[in-house]
C-alpha cells in the first residue's frame, strides 16, 4: 500500500492557499489536492477490459466518467481493451473546502466496471466482456467469455421466437419488438429463424459499431440518427467529426 491514507482532510489554510476576494472574484482555484506519490501517479497499467461480443457497452462510473467498451469486431477474437491502471485516483469535495482524495485499487475498480455491485442484472459477462492482467487475454480468458455469452445469445434468440408467434392482446403481433439485438443475436449464433435470415443484411451504426437494421431513423442504444448523421441527446457517447 503507497504512504497515501485512503481518505484525507485538509485543513482550511492548507486548502486556501489562495483565496475568493469578494472585490476581485476568485483569484485562483481553491482547491488544493493531496499530493499523489510518484508510485501512485505513474502506476502501470495492471488490468484489460475486454469483450468478446457484438454489442457496445457504456460504463458509466459517475465523477471517473464513463467508458466505451467497443464491440468486438467482426472476423476479431475480441475488442480492443480498456486499460486501467494499478491505482485510480477519485477526489471526493467533503464541503468547506475539504477534499478527500480516495484511492481505488485496479483490482477492485476493474471489479466494479465489469460486475457492479455484484448484481447478476447488470453483470456485463452476460454480454461476453470481462477483464484481465493478460494482453493479449488467454485462449481459457476468451473461451469463458464465450460461453457467458453464448447462454445470453440463446436466451434473447429464444425470446425472439416467442415475440415471433405471441400476440400483444388486441390481436396483433410482437414481431415489431424483435430488434437489431436479436438479429445480432441470431448472426452471432449463426442461426436461422423465420424473423432472421442469414442473408438479411445488417449495417455497422457510424455511432458506435452495432449491427443494426437497415432503414432505421435512429438506433436507439447509442443515439445515433441516421436522418441527421449525427448523435443525438446528452446520453450518446461522444460524436465523431461530422461534415454538415
Ligand atoms: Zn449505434
Known amino acids: 500500500m503507497p504512504d497515501v491514507k485512503n481518505t484525507k482532510t485538509f485543513a482550511p489554510e492548507v486548502v486556501f492557499k489562495d483565496y475568493m476576494d469578494v472585490t476581485k472574484g476568485r483569484t485562483k482555484n481553491p482547491w488544493n489536492y493531496d499530493p499523489i506519490p510518484e508510485e501512485v501517479k505513474n502506476s502501470p497499467v495492471e488490468f484489460y477490459i475486454y469483450n468478446v ?16 467498451v467497443q464491440a468486438c469486431p467482426d472476423g476479431e477474437k475480441y475488442s ?30 476493474v471489479r466494479e466496471m465489469v460486475s457492479p455491485n455484484n448484481d447478476p442484472e447488470t453483470d456485463l459477462r452476460k454480454w461476453g466482456i470481462f477483464y484481465s492482467k493478460n494482453n493479449p487475454p488467454s485462449q481459457a ?7 457467458r455469452l453464448r447462454d445470453t445469445m440463446n436466451q434473447i434468440v429464444k ?5 415471433y408467434t ?16 436479436y438479429m445480432t443475436a441470431a448472426k452471432w449464433l449463426g442461426v436461422e ?7 438479411e443484411k445488417l449495417n455497422p451504426c457510424p455511432g ?37
Open 53 to 68: 461480443g457484438p454489442y457496445m457497452k457504456v460504463i458509466n462510473s459517475g465523477g471517473l466518467g464513463k467508458q466505451k
Open 166 to 181: 405471441a400476440t400483444n392482446g388486441q390481436g396483433g403481433t410482437r414481431r415489431g419488438e424483435i430488434t437489431a439485438v
Open 80 to 109: 480492443k481493451p480498456i486499460e486501467i491502471h494499478k491505482w485510480v485516483i477519485d477526489h471526493a469535495d467533503m464541503g468547506e473546502y475539504n477534499m478527500k482524495t480516495i484511492l481505488i485499487e485496479g483490482k477492485d475498480r
Open 208 to 244: 458506435c459499431g452495432d449491427n443494426v437494421k437497415p432503414n432505421i431513423r435512429k438506433h436507439t442504444a447509442c443515439g445515433w440518427r441516421f436522418d441527421l448523421n449525427r448523435f443525438e441527446g446528452d446520453t450518446a457517447p461522444s460524436a465523431p467529426q461530422s461534415k454538415e
Open 159 to 163: 425470446y425472439g421466437d416467442f415475440l
Open 141 to 147: 480468458e476468451i473461451d469463458d467469455a464465450n460461453r
Open 193 to 199: 429463424r423465420p424473423w432472421y435470415s442469414v442473408s
